[in-house]
């Protein structure tokens, strides 16, 4: 028992052993994101970036006469010590806390940002909770709804690729997944001449989806489109497996498929388009996009691995612009300036925040075409109608 | 016809998986009375072995690159190499330990090589592109089957017969079931217990290999994640087949990889997303029916 | 049992309980004063997890039956505090499906709070006169099935439950000394169950079941009831979880957090209730040690610190050693007492008999 009391102890002074030092002339930036564990692969991209818009902004002069300084507290993906993140960085005096990819992961955080009466931002969550309805009214994302992947996908395969009959492919593992066909649904009742052709569901870890194939090919014409509202891992698999069933329907999807990092195991993959906010592979329409690809490379080591590095660069870079219009970094007055941004030009496309929304639910996007194995920009689309907030809400 | 067909095939395929993942389990334990818990951080092992350490996004294939004639044989000697490993330095010291106890050692053990790969290779799944041709359809009476079903259950069938064979005609094998049906009176009989219980985790590892090469092959991307499903439903068939049946526990690997098909086929649309509620709702039924197991050897039903 | 023997039972053994719950209320006290707000919230989540196990322990320790199905309580718990807590403004944007009543209540957490650990306890009657008919390894992986049953079900039925996404909103109402008495309520219905005729019987079961069920023991009723107890327990548990992080989701009551509160039973000492808190206390130390090295600890100009994701693996061997050379836990299945522990033996620890029920 004295044991277990001498240890408490030491963990408790271990605790107390990071002292937080903040100086006058500084504005904080706390990350509260993974550094470890199951998200970490997906956090540290964004973070990257945005510490890359953090360096850019110090060395033009920093923000508001002030250096940026960024603190960062390692979530572990645990919902409960993303809880103690926020808190740590926020006794570091962060002005503004970033917090992790995912809705789950990243709300702890950012709540306890809410508590303390501090913007929060996430770093590249695409669930509508992750802003106001989730959080609160400081709480916004750097990221567009999944939803407005499904809705751009499923508006541009049938404008400019002429689908007509479409088929909906859910993967039920996660929130984001049915978020994209949440969008997929209510955009195509407003697609005169299209029909749903059928739909079915699977689990991201299926080790086969022979069943839901044999669903699709006893069809008595093969869909036009089948959209495929899934993501990593699971959706390498399916993706194969549709494939090598002799399906050839074109394939949509959302843009957790991005990145040519897979492309391997399924050769030769061809008719598939994804939506991404910039493009990876050196081909985007803005120059300054690659420009910012290779500075990635040259300070982390490797070029994106996909297009969720971009949300990170695009939060710091509208939050910093809201402080400045603001002249200071009191949350209420900088949530105002956001809020005011309406089509705010970024370098990977408009953002636009309102008192209703601190998220997109409308957005630019580059359709990315796979022919053969190899991805390339080939169209941009944003949807002609904004998805309303209340239909995203009550999903 | 070609729909039945096709459900029976799917059936066939996914079973076999399950089987092979419940082989590896009921073999250990049989002889050890322990559920390795660690079994599908194995199966995730195996197929990272296969990949240099690297956090990228890319994988950066070493192994995977070898022809199939030496790729195979030496995954399942790492197989094999880190089953046995986790026998001497872990599971050795617990054999009288309660069942309890092994179990706990067993998830620790999982958590930790499940830490080590994450810390190693990071979440993000890695693609590896094994035998692509091994993906086209073939057919067969109209229904078009992947290549890879068809050879996971020819590899199954093939493994079970050699494993009947030598359970039941060598030596080795009727050691290993005595020690199964009766530890302690096997080792008074002269059966050596160490070598048997090392050949037993040597196996489970080499189908912990072979599941990881099937997976590896039929998803294209190695992610820490792999084994779980796997390990999961392979416990579960072990009991269901029966303790310390072998036979059973294949058996009920296959019934639970055809139960969850066939609910995916024949379950109303709505309905289909809580397909494993209703597969773990089958699994309580049958062990409220016949508690024992489905082919409980005699030796396990109590007398009094 | 006549009231003289009870008595004399208390007297002996209520020294536990009081030194268990004395000994946290030091641990909260010395947080409380000198620890950071992060470590007052790591000294809450250790009072919840005390919770869990304690209510594990219960049904696991008294019966000698693993269940991995009881975190699907805390699950049930944590949920119906967040249909009773949450706004109805907030309830009645996301979760459609509830039924009206619900719809537009709103209680405050003492209110809520047992709620939830009955709703866990009904749901525990009704499903546990199915298992409990099992024995052995089978009622073990019945319990898995409904672990599986209550996690698909919450995962996918997003009307009422949001699904897997989380859900927010529930008043974040957990301090310390709440916690501290969760923990402490917990210790003291475990105590009370298992002086008591009931579980004093299941005892017998699991130490010699074939005597016990001669003797005239109801195994099943008995059972039923350190289920249902451990039940309401955990669904209290589950209530302070919600009012802790003021968000849940499925993912949460699912493998990790079994095998992680299996874990720390198994670690203390399966059966005995100072082996379930002290398996929580030691594991919970050990783990905020290691976090804080990597954090980086700064002695005198050198900083040091642990790459990241060596803690989880630090602790999966740190459990595998404890279980190496302590295989009956750190307690040793013995209760902590006042001068005696001899006497605590009778109580706590399994007999050694020659006809072990088949496992």
């Not at chain 1, 843009?255 to 985007?284: E, I, R, T």
Request: hydrophobic residues 50%; contains cysteine.
């Amino acid at each position: 028992m004295r044991l277990t009391r001498v240890l408490g102890i030491l963990a408790g002074t271990t605790a107390l052993a990071f002292t937080p030092a903040r100086a006058a002339d500084e504005i904080v930036v706390g990350f509260a994101t993974a550094a470890s564990g199951f998200m970490q692969a997906y956090d540290k991209p964004a973070q990257d970036a945005a510490l890359i818009r953090i360096d850019e902004i110090n060395k033009a002069g920093g923000l508001l006469g002030k250096k940026i300084k960024a603190v960062f507290a390692d979530t572990k993906t645990d919902q409960a010590e993303g809880a103690k993140a926020g808190l740590a960085v926020l006794d570091q005096g962060a002005d503004i806390v970033v917090v992790s990819c995912d809705y789950d992961f990243g709300a702890p955080a950012a709540l306890q940002a809410q508590a303390a009466g501090k913007v929060s931002f996430f770093l590249c969550a695409e669930s509508i909770k992750a802003g106001i309805p989730g959080v609160g009214p400081f709480s916004f994302s750097g990221s567009v709804l999944a939803a407005v992947q499904g809705a751009t996908m499923a508006e541009w395969a049938y404008t400019k690729k002429n689908a007509r009959s479409f088929y909906r492919l859910l993967d039920s593992w996660t929130v984001y997944n049915k978020g994209i066909c949440d969008g997929f649904d209510w955009m195509l009742p407003r697609l005169k001449e299209a029909a749903l052709a059928g739909s079915d569901t699977f689990k991201n870890d299926d080790a086969s989806i022979a069943s839901q194939i044999t669903r699709i090919k006893s069809l008595p014409k093969e869909p036009d489109a089948i959209m495929l509202c899934t993501m990593m891992p699971g959706a390498v698999s399916a993706i194969k497996q549709i494939r090598a069933a002799g399906i050839k329907s074109m394939i949509l999807n959302g843009s957790g498929v991005d990145g040519s990092y897979w492309l391997n195991a399924v050769p030769d993959l061809s008719n598939f388009y994804v939506p991404v906010q910039g493009s990876v592979y050196g081909d985007d329409p803005n120059p300054k996009v690659n420009e910012f690809n290779k500075k990635y490379k040259e300070v982390t080591g490797g070029d994106p691995s996909s297009q969720y590095v971009y949300p990170g660069y695009v939060l710091i870079d509208v939050w910093a612009k809201a402080v400045e219009r603001a002249k200071t970094t009191d949350a209420a007055a900088v949530v105002a300036e956001l809020e005011k941004m309406n089509n705010e030009a970024t370098l990977f496309g408009p953002r636009t925040f309102n008192k209703d929304i601190h998220h997109q639910n409308q957005g630019r996007y580059l359709i990315v075409d796979t022919e053969a194995g190899k991805p390339k920009v080939v169209d941009q689309w944003t949807i002609s109608e904004k998805i309303p907030v209340d239909y995203l809400v009550s999903k | 016809m070609t729909a039945v067909l096709q459900i029976i095939f799917d059936a066939l395929s996914l079973g076999s998986l399950y089987a092979l993942g419940a082989l590896g389990i009921a073999l250990i334990f049989g002889v050890m009375r322990l559920v390795n818990f660690a079994h599908g951080d194995f199966i995730a092992f195996c197929v990272f072995a296969m990949l240099w350490p690297s956090v990228d996004a890319a994988a950066i294939v070493f192994a995977g690159q070898l022809p199939f004639y030496l790729l195979i044989p030496l995954l399942l000697l790492i197989g094999a190499a880190l089953s046995m490993a986790s026998e001497l330095i872990v599971f050795r010291r617990f054999r009288n330990a309660n069942p309890a106890t092994m179990m706990i050692a067993s998830f620790a053990l999982g958590f930790v090589i499940r830490h080590l790969l994450l810390m190693l290779y990071s979440s993000r799944p890695k693609s590896i592109t094994l035998w692509p041709s091994l993906g086209l359809p073939v057919e067969f009476l109209g229904a078009h089957i992947p290549m890879l079903q068809v050879v996971t259950i020819v590899i199954t069938l093939a493994v079970l017969a050699v494993l009947v064979l030598f359970l039941k005609r060598t030596r080795y094998g009727l050691e290993m079931r005595a020690a199964a049906e009766n530890f302690t009176m096997a080792r008074m009989l002269g059966v050596r217990a160490n070598a048997v219980i090392l050949l037993a985790f040597a196996i489970s590892g080499m189908l912990a290999a072979a599941i990881g090469l099937i997976l590896a092959t039929n998803s294209g991307t190695a992610d820490i994640g792999m084994g779980a499903n796997v390990m999961l439903i392979a416990f579960i068939a072990t009991v269901i087949g029966g303790l310390g049946s072998v036979p059973g526990a294949v058996a009920a690997g296959f019934l639970i990889g055809a139960a969850s098909v066939v609910f995916q086929a024949t379950l109303p649309h709505d309905a289909r997303v809580f397909r494993d509620a209703f597969v773990y709702g089958a699994v309580i039924v049958v062990l409220l029916v016949r508690p024992q197991g489905l082919f409980a050897p005699r030796s396990a039903r109590q007398r009094v | 049992m006549t009231m003289s023997q009870r008595r004399s039972i208390i007297r002996q053994t209520i020294t536990t309980p009081i030194i268990l719950m004395l000994a946290l209320l030091a641990i909260a006290a010395l947080t409380y004063q000198f620890g950071s707000r992060p470590l007052n919230r790591t000294a809450v989540e250790m009072f919840i997890n005390i919770m869990v196990v304690v209510g594990l322990y219960v049904f696991v320790g008294n019966s000698g039956l693993l269940s991995f199905g009881h975190i699907s309580f805390m699950c049930l718990g944590a949920y119906m505090t967040a249909w009773l807590t949450i706004p109805p403004v907030m309830k009645s944007i996301t979760l459609k499906g509830l039924p009206a009543w619900l719809l537009h209540t709103q209680l405050p957490m003492w209110a809520a709070t047992p709620i939830s650990g009955a709703f866990a306890a009904l749901f525990a009657l009704i499903v546990g006169r199915v298992i409990m008919r099992l024995s052995g390894i089978a009622a073990s992986i019945a319990t898995f099935g409904l672990l599986g049953v209550v996690n698909n079900v919450y995962s996918n039925w997003d009307s009422v439950t949001g699904g897997q996404g989380s859900i927010v909103g529930i008043p974040p109402t957990m301090t310390i000394w709440t916690g501290w008495l969760g923990a402490a309520f917990a210790i003291v219905i475990a105590y009370l169950y298992s002086i008591s005729r009931s579980g004093l019987a299941l005892r017998a079961t699991r130490d010699e079941a074939v005597a016990a069920s001669a003797s005239g023991i109801d195994m099943v009723r008995e059972r039923l009831i350190a289920f249902v107890v451990s039940a309401f327990i955990i669904g209290l548990a589950g209530a302070a979880y919600a009012h802790f992080l003021s968000i849940v989701n499925p993912g949460a009551f699912y493998l990790r957090t079994t095998f992680i509160a299996l874990s720390m039973l198994v670690v203390g000492g399966m059966y005995s209730l100072s082996g379930a808190v002290t398996g929580v206390v030691v594991l919970s130390v050990l783990i905020e040690l290691f976090r804080n090295l990597e954090k980086g600890v700064s002695l005198g100009g050198l900083s040091i610190a642990l790459p990241n994701g060596v803690q989880e693996i630090a602790i999966g061997i740190i459990t595998i050693a404890i279980l190496m050379y302590l295989p009956t836990g750190l307690t040793r299945n013995r209760e902590f007492s006042v001068g005696g522990w001899l006497l605590q033996r009778r109580f706590a620890r399994p007999a050694q008999t020659a006809l072990k029920e088949l496992n």
